[in-house]
């Protein structure tokens, strides 16, 4: 049974930080690109973060680089989204994702449940 279990987020103040984190299971973490994606209310879900697999490669949207920093355990089969300086519009619902590219298609393409995140005084 696949499952990604994200967990740390909350409430927390302008300029505030907090450490999003996924657990993965059920599929072959290690292999897989991991990503968080974020829909805030009214808006289409976008992509924040990514870390590919091996060679760990990063990328990051525009809005985050330099205060968002994603890293992966594949001891733990777990991702992580460190968020520092936060801003009012980084509120919305965080997103796990776990795939793997075969070709020109993907093997497979998991969702996490999602985590709250508000950003607020």
């Known amino acids: 049974q696949v499952q990604l279990v994200e967990s740390g987020g909350g409430l927390v103040q302008p300029g505030g930080s907090l450490r999003l984190s996924c657990v993965a299971s059920?599929?072959?973490?290690?292999?897989?690109?991991m990503s968080w994606w974020r829909q805030a209310p009214g808006k289409e879900r976008e992509l924040v973060a990514a870390v590919t697999a091996a060679s760990g490669s990063t990328n990051y949207a525009d809005s985050v680089k330099g205060r968002f920093a994603i890293s992966r355990d594949d001891v733990k089969n777990t991702v992580y989204l460190q968020m520092n300086s936060l801003k009012p519009e980084d509120t919305g619902v965080y997103y796990c994702?776990?795939?793997?590219?075969?070709?020109?298609?993907?093997?497979?393409?998991?969702w996490g449940q999602g985590t709250q995140v508000t950003v607020s005084s």
């Open positions: 059920g599929f072959t973490f290690s292999t897989s690109t």
């Open positions: 994702r776990g795939r793997r590219r075969r070709g020109l298609h993907y093997e497979y393409d998991y």
